[in-house]
């Protein structure tokens, strides 16, 4: 999204859609085990685990997924892609995608931006909005100290960090994410989420209420859909609320 919400936010929308989000995170699971099982020496795939661990996935669905990756076990082919596309209000949206079949997952998304008020377009027609970068999450305690986590994020690599509500967002480029991620693991911080993402490098102006609800209904719609795994915006709001 344009922002991220409060982690308590998106646990609570995460809870309320168990069964779907297990299964999106099945699939990033299988498609990050193609370049090898072991964690340790696939950093992709050590992501995807944690990812899966910070909603609680099972760890036999988990070695399930992975299995299915490995060739261990029978699974369905995964393809990635991206759409994009205007929100209602003109607001820029990117849908990431992990599908076994792109007719499919393209009539559906392509359904939501009809339904809500929005156009799908062509492949760049809002990706020069954003730029690709590497997003850590690090929810706030009262044992983290900022200026510690800030020197040890700094001299990890990072871009900046932002202070949020109940959170630290970490920004790095995309070519140094996971050494930033492995040395703030080092040094004994617990990453709420890691993932390379879309950040919003230019916003859209404020949305009326309508656009708003409509945006809203739109995300939800995608976010239903077993073959979307992440929406992005640059809306000026948060659209998680």
Request: contains cysteine; charged residues 30%.
């Amino acid at each position: 999204m344009g922002r991220h919400g409060t982690i308590a936010g998106r646990k609570a929308a995460q809870d309320s859609k168990r069964a779907a989000v297990f299964t999106k995170y099945a699939r990033a699971l299988t498609v990050a085990a193609k370049g090898g099982g072991d964690p340790e020496y696939n950093v992709s795939l050590k992501h995807a685990i944690d990812k899966a661990k910070s909603i609680n996935m099972p760890n036999d669905n988990i070695a399930r997924a992975i299995k299915k990756g490995t060739g261990e076990l029978a699974g369905e082919t995964y393809e990635s892609g991206s759409f994009e596309g205007y929100g209602a209000g003109g607001v820029a949206v990117i849908v990431d995608v992990l599908t076994d079949n792109k007719n499919r997952t393209t009539a559906a998304v392509k359904h939501a931006f009809d339904k809500y008020g929005g156009n799908l377009g062509v492949p760049g027609c809002v990706s020069y909005m954003f730029d690709r970068k590497g997003i850590i999450l690090i929810e706030k305690t009262g044992s983290i100290d900022e200026d510690a986590l800030m020197e040890a994020a700094l001299d990890a690599g990072m871009d900046d960090m932002i202070a949020y509500e109940d959170s630290f967002e970490i920004q790095t480029q995309t070519d140094v994410f996971n050494g930033v991620a492995e040395a703030l693991r080092k040094a004994g911080y617990v990453l709420a989420e890691a993932d390379i993402e879309y950040v919003p490098s230019m916003e859209t102006t404020p949305v009326d209420e309508s656009d708003v609800k409509n945006l809203r209904k739109m995300i939800d719609n995608l976010e239903d859909n077993d073959d979307v795994q992440k929406v992005y915006t640059n809306c000026s709001i948060d659209l998680t609320e």
